[in-house]
RNA sequence: GGUGCAUUCGUCUAGUGGCCUAGGACGCUGGCCUCUCACGCCGGAAACCCGGGUUCGAUUCCCGGACGCACUACCA
């Protein structure tokens, strides 16, 4: 069948939105793109007790973030709206009159008690087949009491009649065929009366059919309710049109096993939203991926191998080149454990290939907060010297403070290892020349200070690295003359001299 | 409990019956580079869940088991 490639993300607003959505999102847009396709964002708000104020547009800005694009959907408009769910209760209401009228469904009286009270009382009850004659609904009351009921406003759902006994065959593209006998699936709720709105279940199945979607990617907890879903277009007459599957796998715990939580993060350091979030209930915060000082283009590629590889070594993706190789059929059918010193990794990775003048003008925001004006020259000449070595922006400041601030301390590992006993008279005579020198550029006075050295005798490393705890408070840090070229004669020298005043030996 | 899905180094994974002495990456680790610390480069340790089949030959195919996960709501 050729038809145009539409695909859909429909979160439901009750929180930030989670990176296991963040990459079901992804493979959508992946998918989307490679086939000049539509992806669509549909809000799946059909619970109203679970709406969390902010949640709709935490996941819009998420999105603009990370630089996923929809065509169609909440905030975007089309010609398929309304996208929220809430918004389309009279859409629902006929589809749920069709399957009334045709048999496919009933109405059912029991209350919530009373169902709870039946799961006490028979070990493994299901609503289905084998136990809707002893409940109390349209299928076990005459009409008229079902139509009297109703008209008393009394409370109801409705549910779809499952016929037991028949073998229904999902077409999974990353698992292949999935069966599962009809008898095992029970006659779900598709809409309640006390809210007027659907469940998640028949909203679904309508909106997609209703948007025309032509693949429905969505991760492996719906697995299990796919054939629900096949028997709802076979009921509603739209197999024929129905989108093909694909589960995706789920994305696990670092430690131990099971789905990662919220929890996980606060508890083992690591963001698992895309974005920084407040809680409107709570008050707590939760860290996201922007906020640590990552870039997006970092977390798309650290996400997209999780589940996903091309058969390559490539591990560096743009985005565009995902779109070019990606294939549902290369998606890993297990479940990834999320390793977060990998996506440190995709970071620093980004960061070495990003410009300096790029990477310092996002360090000059620290930089301000640290009581220091630089021009952006200077700073990204500095960020040049310094930034293959740390994973993100913020770090940077940990190895070039001695560029802009002179050192109070000294640390007392590198003294004990680099400062010798005739350190300080060497460094009372390497003052005394470089006082001398008219000349203090690195490309002058690196030769001049070297050929001193070799004259004297002295040893290059003992020299040098007293030199540099001067300088630098530590025995760390770029090629010396890189930083004395940028402090200048003056600094070097003031540097100097207190470092000959604070160190005991 | 029931149903379904899965199972290669600690982790992400390559591998579709012989090319596997199982490849890459993260992490860990040894060395080189060097005034230091990093980066980088070169090396190292580290895996086919178990048992049956099928086959001349199984990591790869089939069956069973084990372990894991998901689902089992008037939540999505």
């Known amino acids: 069948m050729d038809r145009k490639v539409r695909v859909r993300f429909a979160p439901s607003p009750t929180g930030p939105l989670h990176i296991g959505g963040v990459r079901t999102a992804l493979y959508n847009y992946l998918f989307a793109k490679q086939h000049d396709g539509d992806l669509i964002l549909r809000i799946e708000d059909t619970d109203s007790n679970r709406f969390v104020p902010g949640a709709e547009e935490y996941i819009q800005e998420s999105f603009r973030w990370l630089g996923i694009r929809f065509d169609e959907g909440v905030g975007i408009g089309g010609p398929h709206g309304p996208y ?30 009373e169902l709870e009270a039946k799961r006490q009382e028979i070990p493994n009850f299901q609503y289905d087949a084998s136990t809707r004659m002893q409940m109390v609904n349209s299928l076990t009351l ?37 069966v599962i006998n009809s008898s095992i699936v029970d006659d779900k709720v598709l809409y309640k009366s006390a809210d007027e709105l659907p469940t998640y279940h028949l909203a679904n199945v309508v909106d997609d059919y209703l948007m025309e979607i032509s693949h429905v990617i969505r991760g492996e907890e719906w697995l299990p309710s796919a054939p629900l879903h096949v028997l709802l277009y076979r009921a509603l007459g739209w197999e024929d049109v129905m989108p093909q599957f694909a589960h995706l796998p789920l994305l696990l715990k670092p430690d131990g096993n099971g789905k990662l939580s919220k929890r996980d993060g606060d508890r083992l350091g690591f963001p698992v939203f895309p974005l920084e979030w407040h809680d409107p ?18 977390v798309i590629n650290f996400l ?10 490539q591990e560096i993706y743009s985005l565009d080149e995902l779109v ?21 990794w995709f970071n620093h990775q980004y960061l070495k290939a990003k410009p300096d003048s790029e990477v310092a003008d996002l360090f000059q925001s620290v930089l301000v907060q640290k009581g220091i004006i630089e021009d952006s020259e200077r700073v990204t000449h500095v960020v040049g010297l310094v930034k ?14 001695f560029f802009f601030k002179a050192p109070t ?7 004990k290892k680099r400062w010798k006993a005739e350190s300080p008279a060497q460094m ?3 003052m005394q020349l470089i006082a001398s020198m008219d000349d203090f550029s690195g490309v002058h006075a690196e030769p001049e200070i070297m050929a001193w050295i070799e004259r004297k005798g002295y040893g290059v490393g003992i020299v040098m690295n007293a030199f540099r705890i001067c300088l630098v408070g530590a025995a760390r840090g770029p090629h010396i003359f890189e930083i004395t070229d940028f402090i200048g004669k003056e600094e070097t020298l003031n540097r100097m001299r207190y470092a000959l005043e604070h160190i005991s030996m």
């Open 142 to 178: 005459p009409p008229e009491e079902v139509e009297r009921r109703i008209a008393a406003g009394e409370k109801y759902v409705v549910r779809i009649k499952i016929e037991p006994n028949e073998d229904v065959h999902v077409h999974d593209l990353v698992r292949g065929e999935v």
């Open 281 to 298: 209930k709570t008050g707590d915060v939760s860290s996201g991926y922007r906020e640590s000082g990552y870039f997006p283009e970092a």
């Open 409 to 415: 301390e000294f640390d007392e590992k590198s003294l």
């Open 84 to 113: 929220r769910q809430s918004e389309r209760r009279d859409i629902y209401k006929k589809y749920v009159r069709q399957l009334l009228d045709a048999g496919k469904a009933y109405v059912a009286f029991d209350t919530p008690t």
């Open 428 to 430: 009372e005579e390497l």
């Open 324 to 344: 070019r190789e990606f294939s549902l059929d290369r998606v890993s059918k297990s479940g990834a454990k999320f390793d977060f010193e990998k996506g440190k």
């Open 304 to 313: 997209a191998l999780l589940g996903w590889h091309a058969g390559s070594n």
């Open 388 to 401: 293959d070595r740390v994973n993100f922006v913020p770090e940077l400041w940990n190895e070039c403070s």
